[in-house]
């Protein structure tokens, strides 16, 4: 059974870089694309963006300026690197499995909230 | 962007009922559009893909259908444990988009 497990700060400060980790167990991380979504509290699911096992990615336009993606294979993780954080960006961050166009595994979700 | 329309945004049914959700694209998407249910506190879980598969282990109450721009949900007979909110998302173009989510509640 495959498992994800996001891991980083809980809290960051405003204009800071926001880093997560997603580490996948039970499946190898190899030949799927993984995705970041997120969720304020009380709202909808907002996708970040994708990263296939060889490095490539694709980032939603809202975000693109922000974001990067990376993967290690060897540890069978990826990782998500948000900068120049605001209050806005508070929000659950979930890591996901892309299975042929869907999402099939999701972590449990991190909380990150971004305060001085 | 590809914008993803649920109707309604939240439904009060009593156990037993059939219960059905809209999600209207704005563009076509052919099929490719999953269902999620969220229970609180929790992730996401996949119900339906590509608009009218149920996922393995997804009781059978769980349908989907539609093609094009318009997709339906259905829970053929509403249990206490379907409260959630459900979401509609399409993967027909980047970015992926989600619909609005539907909250449904026990009335």
């Known amino acids: 059974q495959v498992q994800l497990q996001e891991s980083g700060p809980g809290l960051v400060k405003p204009s800071e870089t926001l880093s997560l980790t997603c580490t996948v167990s039970?499946?190898?991380?190899?030949?799927?694309?993984w995705s970041w979504i997120r969720q304020p509290a009380g709202k909808g699911l907002e996708w970040i963006g994708r990263?296939?096992?060889?490095?490539?990615?694709n980032y939603n336009p809202s975000l693109k300026s922000r974001v990067t993606m990376s993967v290690d294979t060897s540890k069978n993780q990826f990782s998500l690197k948000l900068s120049s954080v605001t209050a806005a960006d508070t929000a659950v961050y979930y890591c996901?499995?892309?299975?042929?166009?869907?999402?099939?595994?999701w972590g449990q979700g991190t909380l990150v909230t971004v305060s001085s | 962007d590809i914008q993803m329309t649920q109707s309604p945004s939240s439904l009060s049914a009593s156990v037993g009922d059939r219960v059905t959700i809209t999600c209207q694209a704005s563009?076509?998407?052919?099929?490719?559009l999953n269902w999620y249910q969220q229970k609180p506190g929790k992730a996401p879980k996949l119900l339906i893909y590509?608009?009218?598969n149920l996922e393995t282990g997804v009781p059978s109450r769980f349908s989907g259908s539609g093609s094009g721009t318009d997709f339906t949900f259905t829970i053929s007979s509403l249990q206490p444990e379907d409260i959630a909110t459900y979401y509609c998302?399409?993967?027909?173009?980047?970015?992926?988009?989600f619909g609005g989510g539907t909250k449904v509640e026990i009335k």
């Open positions: 996901a499995r892309v299975n042929r166009l869907r999402f099939d595994y």
């Open positions: 039970g499946g190898s991380i190899s030949s799927y694309y």
């Open positions: 990263i296939y096992t060889s490095g490539s990615t």
């Open positions: 563009q076509d998407i052919s099929n490719y």
């Open positions: 590509d608009a009218s």
């Open positions: 998302q399409q993967y027909d173009n980047l970015p992926i988009t």
